[in-house]
């Protein structure tokens, strides 16, 4: 037996399950993450949470030029735009800090 969905079917579920999988914390939205990846190909990775200071880590990010380190709350679902439960720390060297 085949079943077709159309269009809207399809993009309603894909909307739905978004928002679900939005709504849950950091920790369980990673946990899910590393299911979804468990037969990843080499160099796909989810990193650990850690605590403490960020300073030896934003150093380390700034000497292989990235951007810099974004902060998250575990405990928080995932909130579009600007929020008070991540932290940007930046690369004041990077050019992106010109734009």
């Known amino acids: 037996m085949t079943m077709k969905y159309s269009s809207t079917h399809s993009t309603s ?9 939005a709504c849950l914390p950091l920790s369980m ?5 590393v299911r ?6 080499d160099g ?12 030896p880590d934003l150093r380390v990010a700034c000497r292989m030029g990235l951007e810099g ?3 998250k709350r575990r405990d928080r679902p995932y909130e579009a735009g ?6 940007k720390l930046k690369n004041r060297t990077h050019p992106a800090m010109e734009r």
């Open 29 to 33: 939205r990673k946990t899910n993450l």
């Open 69 to 71: 380190l974004v902060s």
């Open 44 to 55: 796909f990775f989810v990193t650990e949470f850690e605590q403490g200071d960020v300073g």
């Open 82 to 87: 600007r929020s008070k439960h991540w932290i």
């Open 36 to 41: 979804l990846l468990a037969r990843r190909p």
């Open 13 to 21: 579920w894909r909307s739905t399950a978004t928002t679900y999988v």
